[in-house]
């Protein structure tokens, strides 16, 4: 890429996250690494003093400078839209009300520049309910907070990896109640959202979707749960004369070796658990997540804060990098 490209082409921009958890960390990785593909430039929103302090004690040899909206973005630099200060006083893996509140603060301010115009995607890094509440945001988490930021209603969580992607009918909820849950227009709301996903932002034309069943064996008739064959299996029925090419109920203990091997291009799951850990034994290191039903682009980091290992040297980068190449492709196929 040129730095005439980087000027003309919109950024992507990241936000720190957590400015004492791991994502100062990963986004110097990231950029300093010269073989990961960025296929469009990148601004960072956060702190400059945190990331330089980060830098220094990590020994990332980057510069980091000041950037703001419009202006170009430089190669081989950090680009920063700075905007906290939180000093020296920081603790790794240790949040404050200030922190929790400078983190919040950049997600509001990359929703704004991307219904400005300004911003072609966003990548978010991690945070945490806790921290994200006492910096005085009364969201559970990102999805939550952006979904309320850009006024969206109907939004999904779907985690996105080369080999298997899954969406979740049901997400933070007691097993208990997941089954009470899982009714006909939740399972056929996720139906839509997963396919409209795969053809929009994933520019599939045909997008195969399979539908996990809620019981083992996907209920054996009816032996061990009627979900299947009261809501699920009309739901899916419903969503086939819409047109969508979606099959199941499936047993979930094969459903998704089908899907990684090729068979289907998403998966649509009743509950948390089901769908996250097949995928993460899939793409620990690699998963995206991706918040369908947004009218701007977002993706994600697939885990934590990790504030165990914060300022420690040994965060991994490769979600990062996933999720910032899924931004880009996103972004292209929406033409951002």
Same mark, same amino acid.
């Given at each position: 890429?040129?730095?005439? @490209?980087?000027?003309?082409?919109?950024?992507?921009?990241?936000?720190?996250?957590?400015?004492?958890?791991?994502?100062?960390?990963?986004?110097?990785?990231?950029?300093? @690494?010269?073989?990961?593909?960025?296929?469009?430039?990148?601004?960072?929103?956060?702190?400059?003093?945190?990331?330089?302090?980060?830098?220094?004690?990590?020994?990332? *040899?980057?510069?980091?400078?000041?950037?703001?909206?419009?202006?170009?973005?430089? /190669?081989?630099?950090?680009?920063?839209?700075?905007?906290?200060?939180?000093?020296? @006083?920081?603790?790794?893996?240790?949040?404050?009300?200030?922190?929790?509140?400078?983190?919040?603060?950049?997600?509001?301010?990359?929703?704004?520049?991307?219904?400005?115009?300004?911003?072609?995607?966003?990548?978010?890094?991690?945070?945490?309910?806790?921290?994200?509440?006492?910096?005085?945001?009364?969201? /559970?988490?990102?999805?939550?907070?952006?979904?309320?930021?850009?006024?969206?209603?109907?939004?999904?969580?779907?985690?996105?990896?080369?080999?298997?992607?899954?969406?979740?009918?049901?997400?933070?909820?007691?097993?208990?109640? %997941?089954?009470?849950?899982?009714? $006909?227009?939740?399972?056929?709301?996720?139906?839509?959202?997963?396919?409209?996903?795969?053809?929009?932002?994933?520019?599939?034309?045909?997008?195969?979707?399979? %539908?996990?069943?809620?019981?083992?064996?996907?209920?054996?008739?009816?032996? $061990?749960?009627?979900?299947?064959?009261?809501?699920?299996?009309?739901?899916?029925?419903?969503?086939?004369?819409?047109?969508?090419?979606?099959?199941?109920?499936?047993?979930? *203990?094969?459903?998704?070796?089908?899907?990684?091997?090729?068979?289907?291009?998403? %998966?649509?799951?009743?509950?948390?658990?089901?769908?996250?850990?097949?995928?993460?034994?899939?793409? $620990?290191?690699?998963?995206?997540?991706?918040?369908?039903?947004?009218?701007?682009?977002?993706?994600?980091?697939?885990?934590?804060?990790?504030?165990?290992?914060?300022?420690?040297?040994?965060?991994? /980068?490769?979600?990062?990098?996933?999720?910032?190449?899924?931004?880009? @492709?996103?972004?292209?196929?929406?033409?951002?």
């Amino acid at each position: 890429m040129s730095a005439n @490209d980087s000027v003309i082409q919109k950024p992507i921009a990241i936000t720190m996250g957590c400015p004492v958890g791991i994502g100062p960390e990963i986004v110097l990785r990231f950029l300093a @690494d010269a073989g990961r593909e960025k296929p469009r430039p990148a601004v960072v929103i956060g702190d400059l003093g945190v990331l330089a302090r980060t830098a220094a004690a990590l020994k990332i *040899d980057l510069p980091i400078a000041p950037w703001q909206p419009g202006g170009a973005i430089i /190669p081989g630099r950090v680009n920063v839209l700075a905007l906290s200060d939180l000093g020296r @006083d920081l603790s790794w893996g240790r949040p404050t009300r200030q922190t929790g509140r400078a983190m919040g603060g950049y997600i509001e301010e990359a929703v704004r520049l991307l219904r400005a115009g300004e911003l072609s995607a966003m990548v978010t890094c991690p945070i945490t309910k806790t921290a994200l509440q006492a910096g005085g945001y009364d969201f /559970p988490g990102h999805t939550e907070m952006l979904a309320s930021l850009c006024g969206a209603e109907d939004y999904a969580m779907m985690m996105a990896g080369t080999r298997l992607k899954v969406t979740l009918v049901t997400i933070h909820q007691s097993l208990a109640s %997941v089954a009470s849950s899982v009714t $006909f227009d939740s399972v056929l709301r996720m139906i839509a959202i997963t396919g409209q996903a795969l053809q929009g932002d994933f520019g599939l034309a045909h997008p195969r979707l399979a %539908v996990a069943g809620l019981n083992p064996h996907a209920g054996e008739g009816g032996m $061990f749960g009627r979900e299947e064959e009261m809501v699920i299996a009309p739901a899916v029925a419903a969503a086939q004369r819409a047109g969508w090419q979606v099959s199941g109920p499936y047993p979930p *203990d094969t459903v998704f070796h089908k899907a990684a091997a090729g068979h289907f291009d998403g %998966v649509v799951c009743m509950y948390h658990d089901q769908g996250l850990i097949p995928f993460k034994l899939l793409h $620990f290191s690699d998963g995206v997540n991706v918040t369908l039903g947004l009218p701007i682009v977002r993706t994600s980091v697939d885990h934590g804060t990790a504030y165990d290992i914060a300022g420690q040297g040994i965060a991994d /980068p490769a979600s990062l990098a996933a999720a910032y190449v899924l931004a880009a @492709d996103i972004a292209k196929n929406r033409g951002c």
